[in-house]
């Protein structure tokens, strides 16, 4: 799968308002240490640090065909977890802005709807898949 930077490349909907959201971004950013300035570090955050919030929380990085077709990565709520595509992990890993998206919509699922049973999916458009 290639990866392509174009904006509204991911179907999203909006639970809460922006002042909300952003709250909620400079309280995790404080958790984690990270200056506003700064790039947010979501794989170092998710895979070291994202258990000071939540103890419980797993990164879940799975093979690419154990998704459906469309899905990239998924979070879970009881208890906290993202499942990400492994090529969505390697992505991340080596900085690509659009891989770092996923995480952080996933993460940002978990930090808005904490509690909630059912999973989010976030899916690429079939227009983006190459």
Not at 106 to 113: I, P, Q, V
Request: hydrophobic residues 45%; negative net charge; charged residues 25%.
């Amino acid at each position: 799968m290639a990866w392509v930077n174009k904006p509204s490349v991911f179907i999203s909907y909006s639970y809460s308002d922006e002042t909300t959201i952003a709250s909620l971004a400079a309280g995790l950013r404080k958790t984690v240490d990270v200056r506003p300035e700064t790039a947010f570090p979501i794989v170092d955050v998710l895979e070291f640090q994202i258990s000071d919030v939540w103890k419980n929380f797993r990164l879940v990085i799975d093979l690419d065909s154990s998704f459906d077709p469309l899905v990239l990565a998924t979070a879970r709520f009881d208890p906290p977890e993202i499942a990400v595509r492994e090529s969505v992990y390697q992505h991340a890993v080596i900085d690509s802005r659009p891989a770092r998206v996923v995480l952080a919509h996933e993460l940002g699922h978990l930090c808005l709807h904490h509690g909630r049973k059912s999973p989010s999916e976030v899916k690429l458009e079939a227009e983006y898949l190459e």
